[in-house]
């Protein structure tokens, strides 16, 4: 049996994160300082995050490992988000990291993000059923991406759908702006759309040429805009439901007819894992559990938006799938902001 603490660090954004788990499955601790200070200006200012980073990955470590009940020298490897994300936090979290690796003298294991959300829907998944996952297709639906990957294995991700403009989840911010909601716009729209009547209007459907793999957001965004602008002496309450309602519809319609058409490629497929910060919706879920013949698994809510467990789980498995685990006794990689195998 391979056994093995892992410590998982994230500071890619706006949440500074610290988690300890065993055998890259069991979460012993997962501690998240969530940055408010960013509210204000309705979205994430990147000096003001690396900044709050600094004040809040000391104290979360020691609650980490407290909560955990080990101390340092029980700590076996260091798993930490290496990108993408915004530069100066980043630095914050592989800074500490990479000090911590070399005065305990462990593996240091560097992260993608993106990948590592998959492992928060991977994670509470019981045993027997973590085997019979691959090849899976992946969905990372969050505020920076709309990504499909095919997955061979827990570490094996291969790119095959993105968006052209907006990711989804940024597409629900924009909207929740147009419609003067808090940021982060998402919650707000689920819950407005719950009481609205989707079939009352009609969204434009958006790459409907089934052939293309590849999303769009930006242009149901602004079809949104202008419906605001046309409607804006009349609008209801009753009808701001109805346009969240329908919007959300064909928000999520569009990666449910990319699904439909990934599976009618990848025929062997054997499971959809669904993950990031959109993976919180409800309607979403029920959507895809609906119409996809294959099962559906979602994370647990506090695995959909950014947190250290899926760094630390995906940690675990570069570490056991190595060839030669000496790699991670390099720090001298560095962190990189935008997603390398995206063309920007
Ligand atoms: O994964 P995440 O926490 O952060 C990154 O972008 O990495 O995702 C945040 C995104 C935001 O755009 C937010 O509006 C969206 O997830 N979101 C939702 C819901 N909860 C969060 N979108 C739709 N419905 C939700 N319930
Ligand atoms: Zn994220």
Redesign the pocket.
């Known amino acids: 049996m391979f056994e093995m603490m892992i410590l998982g660090i994230e500071s890619s ?1 706006d949440e500074t994160a610290v988690a300890v788990l065993k055998d890259g499955i069991h979460v012993l601790s997962s501690k998240i300082a969530s940055q408010l200070s960013h509210a204000r200006y309705g979205g994430v200012i990147p000096e003001i995050a690396a900044r709050e980073h600094l004040e809040s990955i000391v104290p979360l470590y020691d609650s980490a490992l407290e909560e955990a009940k080990i101390s340092s020298k029980d700590i076996d490897a260091i798993a930490v988000t290496q990108g993408p994300g915004l530069m100066g936090a980043l630095l914050v979290g592989t800074s500490f990291a990479k000090g911590l690796a070399k005065s305990l003298q462990k593996p240091l294991i560097p992260v993608n993000h993106v990948h590592a ?1 998959i492992h928060g829907a991977i994670l509470g998944l019981p045993e027997n059923l973590r085997e019979t996952l691959y090849p899976s297709l992946a969905l990372v639906v ?4 709309t990504h499909v990957y095919v997955m061979k294995n827990p570490v094996d991700f291969e790119l095959i759908a993105s968006s052209i403009d907006d ?1 989804c ?2 597409c ?2 924009k909207v ?1 702006k147009l419609l003067h909601l808090p940021y ?4 707000a ?2 819950a407005l759309a719950r009481k609205g009547n989707a079939k009352s209007l009609v969204m434009p459907r958006m790459m409907e040429q089934k052939d293309r793999m590849e999303f769009s957001y930006s242009g149901l965004k602004t079809h949104v805009r202008y419906l605001l602008e046309k409607e804006k002496d009349t609008l209801t309450s009753e009808r701001i439901q109805d346009i969240c309602a329908a919007f959300q519809k064909e928000a999520f319609e569009q990666i449910l007819r990319k699904v439909q058409h990934a599976l009618s490629i990848y025929t062997n497929t054997r499971s959809i894992l669904v993950s ?3 993976a ?3 309607y ?1 879920r029920s959507l895809l559990t609906e119409h996809i013949p294959i099962p559906s698994y979602f994370p647990n809510l506090k695995y ?3 947190n250290a467990a899926m760094i630390a789980a995906l940690g675990y498995h570069m570490y056991k799938n190595s060839s030669d685990t000496k790699v991670f006794y390099n720090d001298t990689w560095e962190t990189y902001s935008r997603y390398e195998d995206v063309k920007v």
């Open positions: 954004c959300h969050s505020g920076g991406h990711a989840g940024e629900f911010d929740a982060p716009g998402g919650p729209i689920e990031g910060g959109v919180a919706n409800q979403f959909c938006s950014d």
